[in-house]
């Protein structure tokens, strides 16, 4: 066993447990282990869209979307921090974003909407299709405009990740991958043991971060029902380099984004209740189909491959950030669902600030997991 002992265990190796990871450790937590059952990057290496957009509804009082803000403001920073420390470059790009309307109700809706997203940001707008069709050309004839958002992001998820855990390991901290964590041993109300499929590891804090399986792990591990589910996504990729789309395209909930090597992302479907990471057949007609009437040049391009993955979703749609409910030294993360990527930046920060007694720099009380975590009775310990 290589890490039979460490000040913080992070049970789950997805992108939210190695950004707090990483930010314990740049607050000088270098005893920290990253526990991942399978590869590290969990979801995230699957979301190459990456994309960087306001969650919730966008209003100000939303306290989703003022988190999702308040990562997005911190990308600049924490990747040039990561790129130095690694020598891996996220690709963060400031490609702004069009939310496309073709019939006269999407326009409606658009339009209703843009207030919103312009408390946040004035120079977002909308542009009819004449403006539409300079600031994109490939876009097909038939949207009538679209509201430009210039604030929104994209970065390479995976390499993200990548950063992340580069940055991590040459800092001090270690990332068990092909570790399950089966169970835990505790004194009262304290984990002072995790077990798992490569021995013991004696610890002082534990996070879990372990995604859509917080579920499961909740009642196994901690006697507690923890309400996060999985909510399966679809994306489809492409290679494309004649083409050339200098936004990330929006219709509904469904988006299409080319990466600087020319590939494009088009996701995602929202599937509820299912742990089955396969693309399935409607997932991939119904995401083609929308890729083609948005930029008609895609039936061009070359099929690259369909994936799927699991996204955290809580039972109240919120994020849980904070405290184990009945645990003094066990915290929660996780129920990002379709934002993860984008809070991944901000949930680091303000979990490494909870673990280390200081205030964090967000309000985390629309996230506080007691709303929704309750005790369960008594704790099994084998997963
Ligand atoms: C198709 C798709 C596209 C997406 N696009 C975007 C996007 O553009 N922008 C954005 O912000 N978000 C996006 N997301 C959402 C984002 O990917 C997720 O919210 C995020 O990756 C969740 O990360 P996580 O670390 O919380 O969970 P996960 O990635 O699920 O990581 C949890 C990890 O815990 C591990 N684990 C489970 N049980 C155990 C155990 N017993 N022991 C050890 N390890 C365990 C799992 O193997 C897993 O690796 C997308 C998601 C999908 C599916």
Same mark, same amino acid.
């Given at each position: 066993m290589t890490a039979a002992r460490a000040t913080v265990a992070v049970i789950g190796g997805g992108i939210t447990g190695l950004a707090i990871a990483f930010q314990l450790l740049t607050r000088g937590v270098h005893d920290v282990v990253v526990l991942e /059952?399978?590869?590290?990057g969990g979801q995230a290496m699957i979301a190459y869209a990456g994309l960087l957009s306001i969650p919730g509804t966008g209003r100000l009082d939303d306290p989703l979307s003022s988190l999702g803000m308040a990562s997005l403001a911190r990308f600049p920073d924490l990747v040039a921090d990561l790129r130095e420390r690694s020598?891996?470059?996220?690709?963060? /790009?400031?490609?702004g974003a069009l939310y496309l309307a073709m019939t006269a109700d999407e326009e409606a809706a658009l339009r209703a909407w843009l207030p919103t997203l312009q408390a946040y940001d004035a120079r977002c707008r909308w542009v009819d299709q004449y403006e539409l069709r300079e600031l994109e050309p490939a876009v097909s004839p038939l949207f009538r405009g679209a509201v430009l958002a210039p604030f929104e992001w994209q970065v390479l998820s995976p390499r993200l990740v990548q950063a992340y855990a580069r940055a991590l390991v040459l800092g001090g901290g270690r990332i068990l991958e092909g570790t399950e964590v089966t169970g835990v041993e505790a004194h009262g109300d304290q984990v002072v043991g995790i077990d798992t499929s490569a021995g013991r590891i004696a610890v002082e804090r534990v996070v879990l971060a372990a995604g859509a399986w917080c579920g499961v792990l909740g009642p196994r591990l901690f006697g507690v029902d923890v309400p996060v589910g999985p909510l399966r996504g679809q994306l489809l990729r492409f290679e494309a380099r004649e083409l050339r789309l200098r936004h990330s395209l929006y219709r509904g909930e469904l988006y299409i984004a080319q990466k600087a090597d020319g590939t494009v992302a088009i996701g995602s479907t929202e599937e509820a209740a299912t742990f089955d990471r396969r693309p399935t057949g409607a997932g991939v007609r119904s995401l083609a189909t929308f890729a083609t009437d948005t930029v008609p040049a895609l039936e061009h391009a070359v099929f690259l491959e369909a994936l799927a993955g699991l996204r955290p979703l809580a039972s109240d749609g919120l994020p849980l950030l904070g405290q184990l409910p009945g645990w003094r030294n066990v915290w929660i993360a996780a129920g990002h669902a379709r934002n993860g990527v984008l809070l991944s930046t901000i949930t680091g920060v303000v979990m490494a600030e909870c673990i280390l007694g200081a205030t964090p720099t967000v309000d985390l009380h629309p996230f506080d997991p007691a709303r929704l975590v309750r005790r369960y009775g008594a704790r099994d310990r084998s997963a």
């Open positions: /059952r399978g590869q590290m020598g891996v470059d996220p690709e963060l /790009r400031p490609t």
